[in-house]
């Protein structure tokens, strides 16, 4: 079998994973708004209690904090779901797209200097909102846990993670680009 085959599967297996969280933004999209501009419709409570999800932390409440009843806090949530949720979408159609380049072709081509570029913009825009509003959420949540005998404190700084990540994935694009020139430019003189 071929090594360039696992390409072409993987770029099967973003598509398929694509359509799938496509179905499951659309189904979160119209739980948030059923929340905040329906707050007391059948369908708001089809979705049960609001309980946000939190990527850090698991906090199992006994009984529903009031904390979890404020507007803000489910616009905060209802943000950072959806960043979530276009931040991997975005990356799985650019990882197909890659990955279909680099099976038909190669690696070195301009095409894929701008959706390594691209990649990079997502990441470090849509990655750094979802962690920050994560954070909030996060420590929204700290306040109303009730602890004895010790303080929780959280430093929401965890976001500098994504943005080092896609300005690494910036500078890969821009040295991809010098090597596209040279295979292009060793191309026209053979």
Known sequence: MKPKIFFNIGAIVCSILFYLLLL???????????RLWMPGSALAESFGPFT???AY????????PDIYTEQSI??????????ALLLALLFLWYMRKLLKNIYKDSLFMYEN??????????????GSAFTY?????????L????????????????????????GVLMIIASAL??????????????
Do not use: C, W
């Open 143 to 166: 306040t109303a846990l009730d602890v004895s005998n010790a303080e929780v404190t959280f430093s929401n700084i965890s976001y500098v993670d994504t943005v080092i990540g896609g």
């Open 52 to 54: 946000p999800t939190i």
């Open 177 to 190: 680009k010098i090597a596209v020139n040279a295979v292009e430019e060793n191309k026209k003189t053979i």
């Open 113 to 126: 200097v701008s959706i390594i570029l691209k990649l990079g913009i997502s990441i470090m825009v849509l």
């Open 133 to 141: 509003t994560d954070g909030l959420l996060l420590s929204k949540a």
């Open 74 to 83: 489910v616009v905060i949530s209802f943000i950072s779901s959806i960043t």
């Open 24 to 34: 499951i933004a659309f189904i979160t999209l119209l739980e948030y708004v059923s």
């Open 57 to 64: 932390i698991d906090i199992t409440f006994d009984q529903q």
